[in-house]
Structures are given as structure tokens and as C-alpha cells.
């Protein structure tokens, strides 16, 4: 697999990643109604971690230098 092709996966892993964590935190923390994760404490912590994990992996992507 060649590294430009590496660096898009991560970034795309990353972008997801982060997209995921802030839905969970915001159902977590009761802004988005109607889903049997609003309200729900787990999500509220869980999420954040997500989300950080995946700005990481987008960070570590772009700082590549293969």
C-alpha cells in the first residue's frame, strides 16, 4: 500500500471517527432527541474520547512524511 493511499485511509478513518464521537456526545448529553441513546450518561464520556481519538488520527496522517 503506498503512503498516499495510507494517509487518505487515516484521514477518512479520522473524519469518521470524529464525526461518530460528536453524535454520541450530543445524544449522550440529551441535544439529539428521539434515539435510545439520548440521555444516556455512557455515551456522554465516550464520545468526547472518540472524537479525540479521531482528530489524532487525522493529525497523525497529515504529519506523515513517507
Do not use: H, K
Not at 464525526?19 to 456526545?25: D, K, R, S
Request: hydrophobic share 60%; proline share 2%.
Amino acid at each position: 500500500m503506498s503512503a498516499r493511499v495510507r494517509r487518505v485511509l487515516l484521514l477518512v478513518l479520522g473524519s469518521l471517527m470524529f464525526a461518530v464521537g460528536a453524535l454520541w456526545t450530543f445524544q449522550g448529553l440529551g441535544y439529539i432527541d428521539d434515539t435510545s441513546m439520548s440521555d444516556v450518561e455512557v455515551f456522554a464520556v465516550v464520545g468526547p474520547l472518540v472524537a479525540g481519538l479521531g482528530v489524532a488520527l487525522a493529525m497523525v496522517a497529515f504529519r506523515r512524511a513517507d
